[in-house]
Nanobody
């Protein structure tokens, strides 16, 4: 069982940047697709970005494409989300997630392990 802990959230102004981190423990995540999701107040959780096990492929929601970058450091068992040019509509709790099975294609990811989330608030 993997444990995921997000950090790096905070209160920023529109146009600012933040870097979220996800620390995994309990087992390596180096062979698993990892993802970031977010949930705004009153809304359903939505996909933000995903990265395959070796970092060679990434996928982004249209709303963050060109502004956010997902990356990973398998040696440190860490996943990151660099968020630039933040907008008020990016305000949400951001969650890190791990795929259920190893070495699966990005499109087949089935995220079953979740962190507790980190709050990101962007003021206008």
């Amino acid at each position: 069982q993997v444990q995921l802990v997000e950090s790096g959230g905070g209160l920023v102004q529109a146009g600012d940047s933040l870097r979220l981190s996800c620390a995994a423990s309990g087992r390596t995540v180096s062979t698993f697709t990892m993802g970031w999701f977010r949930q705004a107040p009153g809304k359903e959780r939505e996909f933000v970005a995903a990265i395959n096990y070796n970092g060679g492929r990434t996928n982004y929601a249209d709303s963050v494409k060109g502004r956010f970058t997902i990356s990973r450091d398998n040696a440190k068992n860490m996943v990151y989300l660099q968020m630039n040019t933040l907008k008020p509509e990016d305000t949400a709790i951001y969650y890190c997630a791990a795929d259920r099975l190893q070495y699966r294609p990005l499109s087949n990811a089935d995220f079953r392990s979740w962190g507790q989330g980190t709050q990101v608030t962007v003021s206008s």
